[in-house]
C-alpha cells in the first residue's frame, strides 16, 4: 500500500523539485525522454518512461500505453479507447485494456 505522502524528486534546471505522487497526472514518452504532467506543471525528464515508472514504483500509476502512464487517481472519464485526464485524452493499448478496466471498477 502507498504512503499517502510519498513523492518523488524531478530534475528542474539546477534543482529537483519534489512532486508529490498524488499530484501526477500522466506520464507521456517521447523517445528517449518522459513528460511528466502535474496539474500546475509539466517537466521533460531524460529517462525512458519504464525507468520512470520504476522509479515512481507507485500502484495508483498504472501504464496504459506504450507510451502513457496514468495516475488512477486523477482518471475523470472513461470513453471506448481511452482516458481523460485533466484536458487530455490518452489512449488505452489493446494489451493494457483488461488491466485498466480491472483497476478503475468498472460497473
Known amino acids: ?11 528542474d534546471g539546477r534543482q ?3 512532486v508529490a505522487v ?10 528517449n525522454s518522459t513528460t511528466v504532467q502535474t496539474a500546475s506543471r ?5 529517462r525512458m518512461l519504464k525507468d520512470v515508472l520504476d522509479a515512481v514504483a507507485d500502484e495508483r500509476i498504472l501504464r496504459i ?3 502513457h502512464a496514468v495516475n488512477l487517481e486523477r482518471v475523470q472519464a472513461v470513453s471506448d479507447n481511452g482516458l481523460h485526464v485533466g ?9 493494457f ?3 485498466v478496466l480491472k483497476l478503475l471498477r468498472m460497473i
Open 42 to 46: 509539466t517537466f521533460i525528464v531524460p
Open 65 to 67: 500505453h506504450r507510451c
Open 87 to 95: 484536458d487530455k485524452w490518452l489512449p488505452i493499448g489493446r494489451s
Open 97 to 99: 485494456r483488461s488491466e
Open 1 to 11: 500500500m502507498a504512503a499517502a505522502g510519498k513523492a518523488v524528486f524531478v530534475r
Open 16 to 18: 529537483w523539485s519534489r
Open 22 to 31: 498524488s499530484e501526477l497526472l500522466y506520464l507521456e514518452a517521447d523517445d
